[in-house]
């Protein structure tokens, strides 16, 4: 559950930092793109003025070390006189270039344009001089994009590293709380029918059972063992599903030859109650482990007979198809409330404890089959109205995923 609301939480986390950051981005790139214009224009602006009051010689200075743009002076033919990032010499004509151009007609021109000497996007604002040379400052927009990007970068990484160290955190705790849970659990379960064989037992001991009643402290005794015996198979049982399907074998199980056995074993308990059980379908064969299935149908068929009333009906229909292989128990008896449908495949959760350990239920059958279903990569559907019946399918792939 925590677990789930911290990956809701995370999601909401990163689409709300990368929806700030872009935001603050677009907003600093905006800022920081009109600040470098400006100071490019007033640069261009300067050197226009110097140019005019001390001569060509100001480019004698190495301007390329007083300043980070680019500085360049072109002829009124377009033959580039200086440039302060390459040898004049060596570059071609810019008499096409398109600030050039303008400059020469209007005055002054400005834009932004794809830099071939520096292979960048790239500012350029353009002065015409009174010799009718053309002044041309330019800076490259690119980097601060890349600076942003950067800093977005390193603050994903800060932040998938933050939630993945919380997450792994979470989760340990939680399987921790899950594992002290459920031995404080087992204690207490295992507790219970001993204190009750132990007490029963002492009474006989000490004489205080009069003959004609000892038939029947002896069945509560074997009762309570049985419960007990129940209670530890079911205990044995999850945790071998906890492990894993490393030391299990799997191998083609025919199911509905399995739901019978199933049925035959449970008739003596469906027979007490004079409740019929039925079973429809065609043989079916789905890859699996053949005790896990056992157990898996019996307890839902357990649960069944031992949730509806007398003269009830519990069916099992069986329903392959081209890549799955549906099995469905209905029954006819008490349901489960909507409050309870979600908890009841947890370990030790009953609807009516006194029921359930009136019927020998130990309060972990739906956990095992929930467990079962996942290691078979089956799905599971519950379907339930109170008094009125329930209905449990289990969609089994024909072939997992799993190759063993
Ligand atoms: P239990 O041993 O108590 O039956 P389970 O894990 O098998 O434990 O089932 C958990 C709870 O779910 C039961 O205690 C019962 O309240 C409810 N339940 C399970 N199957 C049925 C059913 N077919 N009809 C009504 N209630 C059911």
Redesign the pocket.
């Known amino acids: 559950m925590k677990l789930n609301l911290l990956h809701k939480v995370s999601i909401l986390l990163i689409i709300s930092v990368l929806l700030l950051f872009c935001t603050a981005s677009i907003l600093m790139y905006r800022n920081s793109n009109a600040f470098m214009k400006n100071s490019v224009q007033n640069e261009c602006i300067y050197l226009k003025y110097s140019i005019e009051v001390s001569g060509p010689e100001i480019f004698d200075f190495p301007l390329d070390e007083a300043s980070s743009s680019r500085i360049t002076l072109i002829d009124k033919d377009g033959t580039v006189l200086y440039d302060s990032f390459q040898d004049a010499d060596t570059m071609e004509n810019h008499g096409n270039r398109p600030e050039f151009i303008q400059a020469q007609k209007e005055g002054s021109w400005e834009t932004v344009r794809y830099s071939e000497t520096l292979s960048r996007q790239t500012f350029y604002y353009a002065l015409l001089l009174n010799n009718h040379m053309v002044l041309r400052v330019s800076q490259t927009s690119g980097s601060v994009l890349l600076l942003m990007l950067a800093g977005f970068l390193v603050v994903m990484i800060l932040l998938f590293l933050l939630l993945a160290f919380l997450m792994y955190h979470l989760q340990r705790r939680e399987v921790e709380m899950v594992r002290r849970e459920f031995s404080a659990n087992v204690s207490h379960e295992l507790k219970t029918p001993l204190m009750s064989i132990s007490g029963y037992a002492e009474i006989m001991e000490n004489g205080m059972v009069q003959e004609k009643d000892i038939p029947e402290f002896a069945g509560r005794i074997h009762h309570e063992a049985q419960r007990l015996t129940n209670l530890v198979n ?1 205990i044995i049982q999850l945790s071998k599903l906890d492990e894993g399907a490393e030391n299990m074998p799997f191998e083609n199980i025919d199911i509905f030859e399995l739901t019978q056995n199933v049925k035959k074993d449970l008739a003596i308990q469906a027979a007490k109650k004079k409740i019929s059980v039925s079973l429809s379908g065609t043989c079916a064969f789905i890859y699996g482990n053949c005790q896990i299935l056992y157990e898996m149908f019996f ?2 068929m ?3 007979i ?3 009333g007398p003269e009830g009906h519990v069916h099992v229909e069986i329903s392959p198809s081209s890549h799955t292989v549906s099995w469905c ?1 209905t ?1 006819n ?4 409330a909507e409050g ?1 449908q979600e908890r ?2 947890e ?7 006194s ?3 009136a ?11 929930k467990h079962g279903a996942a290691l078979h990569e089956a799905k599971l559907h519950l379907c ?1 109205h109170l008094g009125e ?2 209905s ?1 399918t289990l969609v089994f792939p024909v072939s997992p995923r799993r190759t063993r």
């Open positions: 079911d307890n839902l357990d649960n069944a031992r949730y509806t128990i029954d008896g008490i349901g489960i309870d009841i495949f370990r030790f959760y009953r609807v009516d404890k029921h359930s350990r019927t020998g239920g130990t309060g972990l059958g739906l956990s095992i089959v339930s019946g329930t449990i």
